[in-house]
């Protein structure tokens, strides 16, 4: 063992400076995650007592528990014992306020265009770019900062409330945002080395194990909040996302380029012929492999054949994105508008491929996010501070018992609602305002949702009505006419297994009927809006002014 691995006094004389730097970076960060770790151990022992003790939940069940028994625990704990003292009865609404108070901002937010930043890049177009290092600034900025605007978890500063203080208060944000900025701009050299040593601790075993691994696509960061309900909890986004993978994946397989076909299969099988003399070698004689840089130059190519492979479509599959694309709206729920009979087109590839993006560039995004970061915070929120103080003040309720909430999550279809998605099934409290409507019907499939979910839950009337209203009509819907967004595709083909704890709602719930609900609700919104011209929501979208 002395032959082969040195004393630590031999390793040192060999360390150079960025060696150094590395090693220092790596324990820092390694301390941290350590104080964390230790932090919620402390934090899940309190969730561990108060599932065993107050909702009697032993640990061997807990695995197989749905969210919907252990939700109803809760409530019937609130009944007995009153641990909220501001209310006797907590709703199943009130419990996702309290959970998902910061994501259902962050929700709106993004459905009002506010977030995330949108960069044009030559020769690309718009990118929206959003990764885990912007995420936790903005949230820093917005929630856990000491100046955010919540004063603690539940509470908007009373200044925000007031119309007068507008202006004080952006400017005061955009300080914030500036030294943000710049702490960002100091530590990017130090971030972007320990982004480069995990992305290379993470990622070096996978591509040698599975070489096509970052070939693969998945959901976005960006995807995952476009794509999230009003009130969704993580686990019932996963379940929805998961069975809308194999159909996203079937929709942009369909797109292939005719040239990079050709080139994939001509380096294809140039890289194969070369790795399976290279494999013959090697049978013949395992010397082969210690020649310098073969097990090197194997790996190369066989991720190259892997990667090849992706690029080449499957000439058995029918050219019909339409349907593959309603496929895909059937779990998503959400699909801009105007992607309407133009699912054949690159520009809605483009976009959609922001949302399902393959892996590698996600690995990049958060690569280059420590160089980014700060320009972002420089460029696009700091002009903004002052439409992040007016959502704050119009768009901020108290609800007793829970704190201040977004009033998005309220799924008020009155107040928030569009009428081109409800058909008359409810009443407008005013006159339509596009900034306080919510986009591409998100209030509407947000609401019922929320009822699939949860089916004990009482909504208001007109909520009630509505969702009635919307049940009974796409019951009715058949797949009777080729322009029709229905298909009569089998929404549970993608479906998968889990364990009891990771599904969507109640053991009974028919997520059939969310998919026809979606289908429906979308093809209302297309006949009813027709070809009026609606402006997208957009960074530059007016806000109201309060005098």
Not at 334 to 361: C, D, M
Not at 409 to 437: F, L
Not at 472 to 484: A, D, F, T, V, Y
Request: glycine letters at 4%.
């Amino acid at each position: 063992m002395a032959d082969v691995i040195y004393s630590p006094q031999e390793c040192k004389s060999h360390f150079g400076l960025f060696t150094w730097i590395a090693l220092c970076i790596a324990a820092i960060v390694w301390t941290l995650r350590l104080i964390r770790g230790v932090y919620h151990m402390f934090h899940f022992w309190d969730i561990k007592q108060f599932f065993n003790t107050a909702l009697d939940v032993a640990d061997s069940e807990l695995d197989n528990l749905t969210w919907h028994e252990i939700q109803t625990r809760v409530r019937n704990v609130q009944l007995e014992q009153q641990m909220c003292i501001h209310k006797r009865e907590l709703s199943e609404l009130d419990i996702y306020h309290r959970i998902l108070r910061q994501q259902n901002y962050m929700v709106a937010m993004a459905n009002k265009c506010l977030l995330p930043p949108r960069l044009r890049l030559p020769f690309v177009g718009e990118v929206v770019y959003w990764t885990r290092s912007l995420r936790h600034n903005i949230y820093f900025l917005l929630f856990w900062g000491p100046w955010a605007p919540f004063e603690n978890p539940w509470h908007l500063r009373e200044n925000y409330r007031k119309p007068n203080m507008r202006h004080e208060l952006s400017k005061q944000l955009a300080r914030h945002v500036l030294w943000l900025a710049l702490a960002n701009l100091v530590f990017a050299p130090l971030v972007f080395i320990w982004q480069i040593l995990y992305a290379f601790f993470n990622y070096a075993e996978v591509i040698k194990r599975e070489p096509g691994s970052l070939g693969v696509r998945n959901w976005s960061l960006y995807g995952r909040l476009y794509l999230r309900h009003f009130n969704e909890l993580d686990h019932e986004l996963n379940a929805r996302l998961n069975r809308a993978h194999r159909p996203a994946t079937k929709y942009l397989s369909a797109f292939s380029s005719p040239m990079a076909t050709v080139f994939a299969r001509s380096f294809a099988f140039m890289c194969g012929a070369v790795l399976a003399v290279l494999l013959l070698l090697t049978v013949y004689d395992e010397d082969v492999l210690s020649v310098e840089h073969v097990l090197t130059m194997m790996t190369l190519l066989g991720a190259s054949v892997a990667v090849c492979r992706a690029l080449i479509p499957d000439e058995t599959m029918a050219w019909c994105p339409e349907t593959l694309l309603a496929n895909v709206l059937a779990h998503t729920h959400y699909l801009p508008s105007g992607w309407k009979n133009q699912a054949h087109t690159t520009r809605v590839r483009s976009e959609f491929q922001q949302l399902f993006q393959i892996r590698v560039v996600g690995v990049l995004e958060e690569l280059l996010s420590p160089l980014i970061t700060p320009y972002l915070l420089w460029r696009h929120i700091y002009p903004r501070t002052l439409d992040f103080v007016d959502f704050y003040r119009n768009f901020t309720v108290s609800v007793v018992g829970v704190g201040d909430v977004c009033s998005f999550a309220q799924m008020d279809v009155r107040k928030h609602g569009n009428p081109d998605w409800q058909g008359g099934y409810t009443s407008v409290a005013a006159a339509p305002n596009q900034y306080t409507q919510a986009e591409d019907g998100k209030t509407e499939l947000s609401l019922m949702h929320f009822k699939l979910t949860n089916p004990s839950w009482h909504p208001p009337p007109e909520a009630q009505q509505f969702v009635e209203a919307v049940e009974r009509e796409s019951s009715l819907i058949m797949p009777h006419s080729e322009g029709e967004l229905y298909t009569n595709a089998d929404l549970t083909d993608s479906s998968i297994r889990g364990d009891a704890y990771r599904l969507e709602g109640p053991l009974n719930s028919n997520i059939e009927n969310m998919s026809l609900s979606t289908l429906y609700l979308h093809d209302r919104h297309y006949r009813q809006a027709g070809s009026r011209y609606r402006r997208p929501a957009e960074e530059t979208t007016p806000l109201l002014r309060s005098n």
